[in-house]
């Protein structure tokens, strides 16, 4: 990474502490995904809190067509924030919440031994459970149209956490195409979508531990892969105060704001 990189990643790890408005990579056109990544890489470590898991991102089929890419990007999630549901988070640690509900897969005890790539199969067998989940995004005020898909990788997609609720499905047990997924904020019906997954999440893990294996990196028991949202991603109005969603036989989650 260049010195001038190296610049960025410093600042965009301390805009992050300081809640501060993100300053965009400017050297990043035209860069190969590796480096993208490498900067992401830099600013996970500059940021120095413990990785807990994944989300995956641009991996439906129009989001793909949109950014000109055959795959999806990948983000890390810090330990620190995945939360249980009911949490009550301040509203002062975020510019603008920004939410996506989505399908958690919960590695289980093997596949950390997945060095290369793997099929459905293969990724489902490394599941211990699903679980109902909401991403939290904070971008910052940036808008999404100007970013580059290189400069979000680089800021790591914007994950400000998840939230994960206490359901638990097996993996043999998900009925994917079935899966109600409803969003409610302030105890009203904002969204709805049955059968709105962007992909199997088996499919997306069998892709992250491939893509993971090629940048020298693993999965490990208990990690959490965020797959994909169900609804579009949603910037919650300033008032709002209680998210909840349902998603079938998942259960539900759901998270406060406060202060």
């Keep these: 990474m260049n010195n001038g990189l190296s610049a960025t990643v410093k600042a965009m790890a301390e805009a992050r502490r300081d809640l501060r408005r993100f300053e965009i990579p400017q050297d990043l056109d035209g860069v190969s995904p590796e480096t993208a990544y490498a900067v992401q890489n830099g600013y996970v470590a500059a940021v120095g809190m413990p990785v807990g898991g994944y989300k995956l991102a641009v991996n439906g089929a129009p989001q793909m067509a949109h950014f000109g890419v055959s795959e999806p990007v990948s983000a890390r999630i810090f ?15 975020f510019e603008a919440v920004s939410i996506e509900p989505e399908i958690a897969a919960v590695m289980g005890p093997g596949v950390e031994t997945l060095s290369g790539p793997v099929d459905r199969a293969g990724a ?4 211990a459970c699903f679980r109902p989940a909401i991403e939290l995004i904070d971008q910052r005020g940036i808008p999404m149209p100007e970013v580059s898909l290189a400069q979000a990788i680089a800021l790591n997609v914007f994950n400000a956490g998840i939230v994960l609720g206490a359901g638990r499905v097996a993996p043999d047990a998900l009925d994917l195409d079935g899966l109600e997924v409803a969003l409610d904020l302030d105890g009203e019906r904002a969204a709805q979508a049955t059968g709105a997954a962007p992909q199997h999440p088996g499919d997306a ?15 490990t028991p208990g990690m959490v892969v965020m797959c994909g949202t169900h609804l579009p ?27």
């Design 124 to 127: 489902m067998a490394a599941i």
């Design 205 to 219: 893990v069998a892709w992250l531990i491939g893509h993971l294996a090629a940048r020298g990196l693993t999965l």
């Design 233 to 259: 991603l949603r910037v919650l109005d300033p008032g709002v105060r209680q998210v909840d969603v349902t998603m079938g036989a998942l259960g539900a989650v759901g998270f406060s704001l406060a202060g």
């Design 79 to 93: 330990t620190a924030e995945m939360y249980d549901s009911g949490a009550v988070l301040s509203i002062s640690g």
